[in-house]
């Protein structure tokens, strides 16, 4: 048994769709939640500068004591969980966006993909687009700006919307029956994708298939808490308090502002 927290971090308060897919699944463990809000979005920074800041990051949650560390980001998974991996001893849990959920799912065979440009330019999600996606359309949709808005507490304004819609157009234009998140951000979009895509459009996302791989990783490594009490739960950002604790239903004063 271990006590020791899950260490998640993001780019933002996007990781917080995974953390709260955590929580709900494992409530007896601790978490340690980390926002890099003030160098979001990952997705527009070079490899370098996206290793260096979850090299940052994780360092912070060991210090915290992390057991396992959940690398709540699409953009960064691709970039640096590889270097992440050969440079600490801790397991890494990382998340790329659910194309085989996709490709499995599909009726029309014609799919969509919103994410950020580091992920849609990544060796990864090439990878994986290439091994699932054979004969099969896909309609890859850069998320241009959609982060920033979040991050300053514009998720449900008018400019999101309008941005949305000018966003998918391309698969408004040519119905797809699958449309995958790509970016953690992207699960607090979901209310309002509902009523821009066709009813039938089925919106597939990674956060609870990530938290029960990272289950399926403590119980492996013997790093489980089997105790009788629920876990205790820290979050950190360089960002906006309030946006964080308005995307999951917490006090302000519940978050602290620098890590």
């Not at 007896?28 to 979001?40: L, R």
Request: glycine fraction near 6%; proline fraction near 4%; include cysteine.
């Amino acid at each position: 048994m271990s006590v020791k927290p899950i260490g998640i971090f993001d780019s933002g308060a996007g990781g917080l769709s995974i953390w709260k897919k955590i929580s709900l699944l494992m409530p007896k463990e601790s978490t340690v939640y980390i926002s890099d809000a003030k160098y979001a979005p990952y997705g527009s920074k070079g490899k370098e500068a996206i290793i260096k800041r979850s090299i940052i990051n994780t360092e912070k949650l060991l210090d915290m004591g992390a057991k396992i560390i959940v690398v709540a980001c699409n953009t960064a998974t691709t970039s640096a969980i590889t270097s992440l991996r050969k440079t600490y001893k801790v397991p890494f849990i990382g998340i790329e966006p659910a194309i085989k959920p996709a490709a499995l799912a599909t009726n029309t065979n014609k799919i969509g993909v919103l994410a950020t440009k580091g992920t849609l330019s990544s060796a990864l999600f090439h990878k994986t687009s290439k091994k699932y996606t054979q004969n099969k359309t896909m309609l890859k949709i850069e998320g241009k700006g959609i982060v920033e808005l979040i991050e300053s507490g514009k998720l449900h304004s008018q400019e999101m919307r309008k941005l949305l819609i000018e966003s998918l157009k391309p698969v408004l234009d040519s119905p797809i029956d699958c449309l995958v998140l790509g970016c953690t951000h992207y699960h607090f979009l979901i209310p309002i994708l509902r009523e821009l895509l066709p009813e039938d459009t089925r919106i597939i996302e990674s956060g609870l298939a990530v938290a029960r791989h990272t289950q399926f990783i403590l119980k492996k490594k013997m790093l489980q808490n089997n105790s009788d009490k629920k876990g205790i739960h820290n979050f950190y950002t360089n960002g906006s308090v309030e946006t964080m604790a308005n995307l999951i239903g917490l006090k302000p004063t519940s978050i602290n502002k620098t890590y």
